[in-house]
């Protein structure tokens, strides 16, 4: 395995090591051992010869000492060195037997012998006696000296021996360690330059493998030259590389399936597409967008009921979509005029890295067209209806009025009816008129700034009579901190007036009617009309603002025309209207205006 090569690969090294520590430990011991006790030995036996000079020259100086008359302290003193001396000797004589220096000390012993029974001697007889007394004891002195000078000198050059054995050592150690560094360098860098190649030509390989998967070529295999964690490496990449091949295809054949699809979707669309990058730039367009956009009538860029949709979804990645005629774009394409409904949809994808947004425009020409038609024509029935409907009704009250005659009981019965159903038809027609000049944008707002507060109160003291009037509780909620209102009063007061009649006519006796204003996020302000009513079933719920739609099963009469009113003034005022109801639970209508 791996592991083994580099612990063979490393063995040589390591056994330099180990002998070279092991030379220089040996050299260390004897260093410390024998040559340090030699030393140590000599250096004490030089130092002995000088306390035995001084011992034996003391010894000399006591008979002068006794001549001056003092005998007993000369001999004191000659009895405490020839101790000391004796004493000294012995210790050397102890050292040195064995040794070449043993028959030195020897015959420092015989001269020493010699000379202690001359002095004392001499000491015995007060003085130094005849002439040839002094000269035998002067000579024994002096050859106790030169054996001493001889010994001294023979440890001296031991010393000096030794010193000269101690540095050779050294030196030939410090040599041996300098051929040991040299041989570890040359080994060690013949082990990395190995090492190296047998790491790092494996490596060189799996990282050139890495960088060709990097640039998309995964046909590029690392060669597996051994059964070690090195081969595994690579056998596991080889692995890797195979399993990325076969994703990379099925991957490529499913985008390619998925590119067709998307295309043929997108050719197929009879609606001009639009997808834009980021900055801005077309990156694809389908086929009636090409058809458009090459037409020379087609403008430069997107007009501003575009442009300015694009760059909010650009910005937010909120989508665009609209769902009224006035937000529709006209271009005029081969001398006619088309409308399009611009949906803006936002687009991001994090594995491309792709941002833009799509651009679909709905034709909606022929509905455009239509709508219109069904407008102009409510309003021009309703207004041709209305004229003869206006006689219709000023007769009726002049017959009841019996300005022509008197009415039979019978007679005013029939009267009253066809007064009330022509004034409810007046009423329809009037409703239908508002409608159509509404959605045909033909109202203008009359805008105000006013209080939400006083906008509520204001509401409420109008309603409060005819709610209370129907057995009705009314209570009014307002939030604190609300601020202003830019509305027209009189059509916004038409909203509230229908929402509540609404929910009195549905409220059971001594139900509660509530009318509330809180804030809402993006600085627009909540009103809500909420009841305890019978509610409205969830099926229902979605097109209780459609025209002349009323819920089934609804005792109440109605045109049902008072929501669709509603939720257009909304709308022109920039907000949005809201039905939530659970049967049995009463509904809560609701609608937002900007602040």
């Not at 004493?87 to 050292?95: D, W």
């Not at 002096?142 to 001889?150: G, Q, T």
């Not at 041709?384 to 000023?394: D, G, M």
């Not at 916004?492 to 001594?510: M, Y």
Request: charged share 20%; proline share 5%.
């Amino acid at each position: 395995m791996l592991r083994t090569r580099l612990y063979l690969g490393l063995l040589p090294f390591l056994l330099l090591l180990v002998g070279t520590g092991g030379y220089a430990v040996l050299v260390s011991r004897q260093l410390a051992g024998s040559i340090q006790e030699n030393l140590v030995a000599d250096y004490g036996a030089v130092l002995a010869s000088q306390r035995m000079r001084e011992a034996a020259t003391l010894m000399s100086a006591t008979s002068a000492r006794a001549q001056r008359g003092d005998p007993l302290g000369a001999r004191r003193t000659f009895e405490q060195q020839r101790a000391a001396f004796t004493r000294e000797l012995m210790a050397q004589s102890a050292t040195a037997a064995g040794r070449t220096r043993g028959p030195m000390v020897e015959y420092l012993d015989r001269v020493f012998q010699d000379y202690a029974a001359q002095a004392e001697a001499s000491l015995n007889a007060g003085g130094p006696g005849s002439l040839e007394s002094l000269q035998r004891s002067e000579t024994s002195f002096y050859r106790v000296l030169s054996a001493i000078e001889e010994l001294n000198r023979r440890d001296y050059a031991s010393a000096l021996r030794t010193a000269a054995r101690a540095e050779q050592l050294a030196a030939t150690t410090v040599n041996v360690l300098l051929g040991g560094m040299v041989i570890a360098l040359v080994v060690s860098m013949l082990l990395a330059w190995r090492l190296s190649v047998f790491l790092m030509r494996p490596l060189k390989e799996l990282t050139a493998s890495v960088a060709a998967i990097g640039k998309g070529d995964l046909d590029r295999a690392v060669p597996e030259r051994s059964g070690d964690e090195l081969g595994q490496l690579a056998r596991a990449f080889n692995q890797m590389s195979a399993k990325l091949r076969a994703y990379r295809e099925a991957t490529l054949a499913k985008v390619l399936r998925t590119q067709r699809t998307m295309e043929a979707t997108l050719s197929s669309a009879p609606d001009p597409v639009f997808v834009l990058d980021a900055d801005g730039t077309h990156a694809v367009r389908n086929p009636a967008a090409e058809r458009l956009a090459q037409s020379p009538d087609f403008p430069a860029s997107f007009p501003p009921g575009i442009t300015g949709p694009l760059a909010q979804v650009m910005a937010t990645g909120d989508h665009y979509l609209p769902t009224d005629y006035r937000h529709i774009v006209t271009f005029r394409v081969a001398r006619e005029e088309h409308h399009y409904l611009p949906r803006i949809l936002a687009i991001g994808d994090k594995v491309t890295d792709f941002k833009g947004a799509a651009i679909i425009l709905q034709d909606v020409t022929k509905f455009r067209l239509l709508d219109d038609a069904k407008t102009n024509l409510a309003g021009t029935v309703s207004h041709e209806l209305k004229t003869p409907l206006t006689s219709l009704r000023l007769a009726v009250y002049l017959l009841l009025e019996e300005n022509v005659g008197a009415l039979a009981p019978a007679q005013r019965e029939l009267l009253e009816t066809a007064r009330d159903d022509a004034d409810r038809l007046l009423r329809i027609l009037d409703s239908l008129l508002d409608l159509s000049r509404l959605e045909a944008g033909a109202v203008a707002l009359d805008r105000v700034e006013v209080a939400v507060p006083t906008l509520l109160d204001e509401i409420a003291g109008e309603a409060r009579g005819f709610v209370t009037a129907a057995g009705a509780k009314f209570e009014v909620e307002c939030e604190s901190g609300l601020g202003r209102l830019s509305v027209d009063p009189v059509r916004i007061r038409h909203v509230f007036i229908n929402l509540l009649t609404n929910a009195v006519k549905f409220s059971p006796p001594g139900g509660v009617v509530t009318l509330a204003a809180t804030g809402a996020p993006l600085g627009f302000v909540r009103f809500s009309v909420r009841d305890q009513g019978p509610g409205i079933p969830a099926e229902s719920v979605p097109r209780v603002f459609d025209r002349f739609y009323r819920a089934p099963g609804q005792a109440k009469t109605g045109a049902g025309l008072g929501l669709a009113i509603a939720r257009e003034i909304v709308v022109a005022h920039g907000g949005s209207i809201a039905c939530t109801s659970e049967p049995g639970a009463g509904a809560d209508f609701h609608f937002l205006l900007p602040g």
